[in-house]
């Protein structure tokens, strides 16, 4: 990826964990809302099956986070998405 190339995931990522983070900085996929989750799931396919931008490595370095909205959406009850 381009130095001063972002993709849409990175952008959202850094607006949610200015909203949820607490005092050390953590981080937690509860605090979402179901709009907010299934929104870092659909860019974070984007950014892993569509983005020409994204390289390889990253791809690969954002593939567990689909994992763990996964287990956050399977643990909500949420509809698999149409991927």
Request: hydrophobic share 35%.
């Amino acid at each position: 990826m381009a130095d001063d190339y972002r993709p849409a995931l990175a952008d959202y990522f850094d607006q949610l964990e200015a909203k949820y983070a607490d005092g050390n900085g953590d981080f937690s996929f509860d605090a979402l809302s179901d709009e907010e989750l299934l929104e870092v799931e659909r860019l974070g396919r984007h950014a892993i099956y569509e983005d020409p931008q994204v390289t390889a490595q990253e791809k690969i370095n954002l593939k567990p986070l689909l994992l763990l909205v996964e287990k956050q959406r399977e643990k909500r009850g949420l509809p698999t998405p149409d991927a």
